[in-house]
């Protein structure tokens, strides 16, 4: 049974950082795309960030660029997200993703629908 793990979220003040870690079980994805997206109340979830294979391209939403970085560890089949600069605007559940489809791409893509599995979302909290 394929499982991402979200872990590290929490509550913090603005400004000040979270290290979000996504671990993969039941198959490896060091060969697929991975991502990360992020769901406020009432909101649609969206896009934040997203890995190639093997780190050699990366894409980041506008309202996170400079702010957050994503990085993996393939020997370890984990996906992190190192926050900084946080704002009350980047509270959100956030969700770790993996691109079935494409392996030993460089293509990476904002969108849901192309992402085949999911964890179950750590909760963000940024206070003013």
């Known amino acids: 049974q394929v499982q991402l793990v979200e872990s590290g979220g929490g509550l913090v003040q603005a400004g000040g950082s979270l290290r979000l870690s996504c671990a993969a079980s039941?198959?490896?994805?060091?060969?697929?795309?991975m991502g990360w997206f992020r769901q406020a109340p009432g909101k649609e979830r969206e896009f934040v960030s997203a890995?190639?294979?093997?780190?050699?391209?990366?894409y980041y939403a506008d309202s996170v660029k400079g702010r957050f970085t994503i990085s993996r560890d393939n020997a370890k089949n984990t996906v992190y997200l190192q926050m900084n600069s946080l704002k009350p605007e980047d509270t959100a559940v956030y969700y770790c993703?993996?691109?079935?489809?494409?392996?030993?791409?460089?293509?990476?893509?904002?969108?849901?629908?192309?992402?085949?599995?999911w964890g179950q979302g750590t909760q963000v909290t940024v206070s003013s």
């Open positions: 890995i190639s294979w093997d780190g050699g391209n990366i």
């Open positions: 039941g198959r490896t994805f060091s060969s697929n795309a």
């Open positions: 993703a993996a691109d079935r489809a494409h392996y030993y791409s460089y293509y990476l893509s904002p969108d849901v629908d192309e992402y085949d599995y």
